[in-house]
């Protein structure tokens, strides 16, 4: 039954489906929607078939995780579908994202050989009831989390509940946490035992999951990196940003987690190559009307600035890579240009704001001149005295 027309349909966008109830059964449908998750695979393989791979379907369950599961239920299961998989203890319900060949592709870019590794079963497609137990289980987990929050500092522990995810049949849930350090959770697991009677399964995570879990917009003004699609998390230095010529002010490469943003990495190849055509200038250049020094360097364009007076940023003179190279090796010969002063500015990519150099104040309608008005008065007035 379809409930799209209902105005209390839900977005559930950690799980990549919309969630809609029958008012009058209490029915829920649930529906897969493509694109609205982070760990979302494209596939380009769509229409293929490959007998070895007809079984084989990947699961995704919330945004934390997803894995490859084997079809040993007889049902013809297609991509969208919700179905109940192997677990641990009970059994879980997830939704499949991927099916036929791609997913053999997946396999090889995670290092999973089908041949020799275990993989976990689909029962059978999921039932209105497992569902229901499904969303009891979901509705759960933002109050679940808040109160394990709470345990946790009454217990003194040095750590954070991130997030909470309960299995399909709502018998297990995993409490993701952050800590710098080691974390005794003995005491811990048996009062959440007692407390929310289900078992317990505690998964450490990093600074940067924390924020693709929480999610929320940059400085840049778009969705963090790590809750729209990063999911493997590189090492990032201080080095990414000497590279590029940036301040090393801690709050600006900071990002909402604490780290240096993830974003730092993703011109440095661009960097590195502009500067191996940028040569090196450890001394000034000699020209017949003095010494120019080195200033700043654009790095991308391949301009370096240079002035008369050393380590003055008024009068720069800007040189093209090809001519300091060339300036260089005139300098070894002992020969020296006439004069910086001369020489025109290199052309290169110019970069302006999206509405141009336009004024703010553009739109704003303009003023009448205040002298305009008491002219007109004083005519005014001289009209009324040539009448008395």
């Known amino acids: 039954m379809d409930y799209t027309d209902n105005e209390s349909i839900k977005f559930d966008c950690s799980r990549g489906c919309t969630v809609a109830q029958d008012p009058e059964t209490g029915d829920f449908d ?21 007998e070895q791979y007809k079984d084989l379907f990947e699961v995704r369950f919330k945004n934390t995780r ?6 040993t239920s007889g049902q013809g299961i297609k991509t969208g579908d919700l179905v109940i998989v192997e677990a641990a203890n009970g059994h879980d319900l997830g939704i ?66 991130g997030d909470v995810e309960f299995q399909g049949d709502g018998t297990k849930a995993i409490f993701y946490y952050i800590a710098d350090g080691r974390v005794d959770f003995r005491q811990l697991i048996k009062v959440y035992a007692e407390e929310f009677r289900i078992r317990i399964e505690m998964k450490q995570i990093g600074a940067r999951q ?22 493997n998390f590189q090492s990032i230095s201080t080095s990414a940003a000497r590279t590029q010529d940036l301040s090393l002010n801690p709050q600006k490469l900071a990002g909402q987690c604490g780290k240096l943003k993830c974003c730092l990495n993703y011109e440095v190849a ?32 391949e301009i370096l600035y240079f002035s008369y007076e050393k380590g003055s940023l008024s009068n720069l003179y800007p040189l093209s890579a090809d001519e300091v190279r060339e300036v260089q090796e005139m300098n070894a010969r002992g020969e020296r240009p006439e004069s910086l002063k001369s020489e025109p500015v290199p052309d290169g990519p110019q970069f302006i704001s999206a509405v141009g150099d336009d004024s703010i104040t553009r739109f704003d309608k303009p003023k009448k001149s205040k002298k305009k008005r008491s002219g007109s008065r004083n005519r005014k007035n001289g009209k009324a005295h040539k009448d008395a």
């Open 30 to 50: 649930c529906n897969y929607r493509q694109g609205c998750c982070k760990l979302e695979s494209y596939n380009w393989l769509r229409g293929v078939t490959q």
């Open 66 to 71: 997803k894995g490859i599961y084997f079809n």
């Open 96 to 161: 499949v994202t991927l099916e036929g060949p791609i997913v053999g592709r997946q396999m090889k870019c995670r290092g999973v050989d089908p041949d020799t590794t275990q993989l976990k079963k689909i029962y059978r497609k999921a039932k209105p009831l497992d569902i229901a137990k499904w969303q009891e289980a979901i509705a759960r987990e933002q109050d679940t989390m808040i109160q394990a929050r709470r345990i946790a500092a009454e217990l003194g522990l040095d750590m954070k509940i």
């Open 210 to 231: 924390e924020a693709g879990l929480i999610g929320g917009l940059g400085v840049c003004g778009r969705e963090l990196c790590c809750a729209n699609y990063i999911t």
């Open 270 to 301: 661009n960097y590195i190559d502009a500067q191996t055509r940028i040569p090196k200038v450890t001394e000034p250049l000699e020209f017949e009307d003095g010494q120019a020094w080195l200033v700043k360097t654009d790095i991308l364009q």
